[in-house]
């Protein structure tokens, strides 16, 4: 069984999306998510979270991020057209400016 990290992809930021939408939104849009992870059942590792609050790191200097990647979830499958079915028509990919990224998590050589 191979391990998925899915990054959640979105114009506008998680906590900008929250703080903007109505309780009645926020509440279709958690319905729709828990009836997709329903779906996906055992396949889901880590349901993730929503994600903000960015810091870039390189050459010793620490700058807020610009990444537009807004939460994440880790998923199990057999293969990465077996976790390509398991996010099509996820609710994520209904938002407007929305994308997923699917990344295989690679063996550590030498580890288990």
Do not use: C
């Not at 939104?25 to 779906?39: I, L, N, P």
């Not at 077996?82 to 099509?88: H, V």
């Not at 994520?92 to 994308?99: D, E, F, N, V």
């Amino acid at each position: 069984m191979n391990k998925y990290v899915v990054l959640y992809r979105a114009s506008t930021s998680a906590a900008d999306q929250m703080a903007n939408a109505t309780p009645e939104q926020m509440q279709a849009g958690m319905d729709a998510w828990m009836s997709w992870s329903q779906r996906a059942g055992s396949a889901i590792v880590d349901l993730g979270t929503p994600l903000g609050n960015g810091t870039h790191i390189a050459d010793g200097a620490a700058q807020p991020s610009n990444s537009d990647v807004g939460g994440f979830s880790i998923l199990q499958a057999e293969s990465t057209d077996a976790a390509l079915e398991l996010l099509r028509d996820h609710p994520h990919l209904h938002m407007p400016g929305s994308s997923i990224e699917l990344l295989e998590a690679m063996p550590m050589p030498g580890g288990p």
